[in-house]
């Protein structure tokens, strides 16, 4: 359970622009938006275009989004997600180890399937033990 609520605005806020739209690119490739009017902090284009989306691909997207945003508010995620760049070997791009905790996450969502559904294990546990 995440320790702020989750709300798509805040998720989309959470992370880089770059990433935000490789994510919605992949999940709604049918949500069209002017990336150049969505801001740092004012994503509400993109909220609007949200909010038009057909119900399953909205719903999908916010389950996602929300599943993200989840593991964010983990705080052991972090950890987790820099043992599976060693352990697994993953191609990282250059900078990666300056991002934020929240682009990386969204980076294992977008780029190993495999390790993103361990790191839902993991946390699933993590969540049970407390």
């Not at 038009?52 to 972090?78: K, M, Q």
Request: with cysteine.
């Amino acid at each position: 359970m995440s320790g702020s609520q989750y709300h798509f605005k805040r998720f989309c806020r959470s992370v880089s622009r770059p990433l935000l739209q490789q994510f919605i690119a992949k999940v709604a490739p049918t949500l069209k938006v002017d990336w150049g009017t969505v801001l740092v902090k004012n994503v509400d284009t993109l909220y609007h275009a949200f909010l038009e989306l057909d119900p399953e691909t909205h719903n999908r997207l916010d389950l996602l989004s929300n599943e993200i945003y989840d593991v964010f508010e983990n705080p052991a995620a972090s950890v987790t997600i820099n043992d599976f760049v060693h352990s697994r070997k993953l191609n990282i791009p250059p900078d990666f180890e300056q991002w934020t905790d929240n682009d990386q996450t969204l980076w294992l969502f977008l780029n190993d399937g495999e390790a993103w559904n361990e790191l839902l294990q993991w946390g699933a546990a993590d969540a049970k033990s407390r």
